[in-house]
């Protein structure tokens, strides 16, 4: 059983279009990051959220995380091609010790011109 | 500072034979993680180190794998006697660590292992 579930796993869209993605668990975390990654790159971050009810934004992109700190979302706003790529999120529990992030396995975003 | 490196960026290897995989983390990054991607698939974690010290390692990892910080700055991976089922990407992260949450890692760009 993944601590992350992402969805959806893949998602094609017209250039223009908005969308969103999830990242839910049913643990709490300490902070949740998420992250894109490209076809044969390793990830970047995109951002860090720590509280819960957190709303932080990057240009076209949205993320929060949830009042429990247990999920969290992502939404695009008039999707580019360059959008394209596997989203990543990725915490730390918040009953652990400061340590390893576990993964989701990501939802791959297909942006057609 | 460049950010981490990886090296080789790409390796073929035949079953059996041992590879070893580099990484050079950022230098004030205290804390330098390994993990595994393959495809379809969320990066796996495989061990982490404070400095010199390996703190953790995967219950996943077979005694094939082993990883060393010798001087808390670069790390190797090894890996003996290769199987196919080990071929997958190999990421390497660092952090500044020292945090009771994490602020978020940079990769390197990894280290794809073929085994044929």
């Known amino acids: 059983t993944q601590l992350l579930e992402q969805s959806p796993q893949f998602l094609s869209i017209q250039e223009g279009e908005n969308l969103t993605v999830y990242c839910n668990s049913s643990?709490?975390?300490?902070?949740l990051q998420w992250y894109r990654q490209e076809p044969g790159e390793g990830p970047v971050l995109l951002v860090t959220?720590?509280?819960?009810?957190e709303v932080k934004k990057l240009k076209r992109l949205t993320f929060q995380f949830g009042d429990a700190r247990k999920d969290s979302s992502l939404h695009i706003t008039a999707a580019q091609p360059g959008d394209t790529g596997l989203y990543l999120c990725?915490?730390?529990?918040?009953?652990?010790?400061?340590?390893?992030?576990?993964f989701g396995d990501g939802t791959t975003l297909t942006v057609k011109p | 500072d460049t950010g981490v490196s990886q090296d080789p960026r790409h390796k073929i290897t035949k079953r059996g034979q041992n590879v070893t995989f580099r990484c050079d983390p950022i230098s004030e990054h205290n804390r330098l993680y390994w993990y595994r991607q393959t495809l379809g698939q969320g990066p796996e974690f495989l061990t982490y180190?404070?400095?010199?010290?390996?703190?953790?390692k995967s219950r996943l990892l077979s005694d094939r794998f082993s990883a060393e910080r010798p001087k808390g700055s670069f790390s190797t991976l090894e890996i003996q006697r290769t199987e196919q089922g080990d071929s997958a990407m190999y990421l390497c992260a660092s952090d500044k660590g020292g945090q009771r949450a994490n602020y978020g890692y940079t990769f390197g760009s990894g280290t794809r292992l073929t085994v044929v």
């Open positions: 643990s709490v975390f300490s902070s």
């Open positions: 990725a915490g730390m529990p918040h009953n652990t010790n400061a340590g390893k992030s576990t």
């Open positions: 959220v720590v509280t819960g009810g």
């Open positions: 180190f404070q400095n010199e010290a390996q703190l953790e």
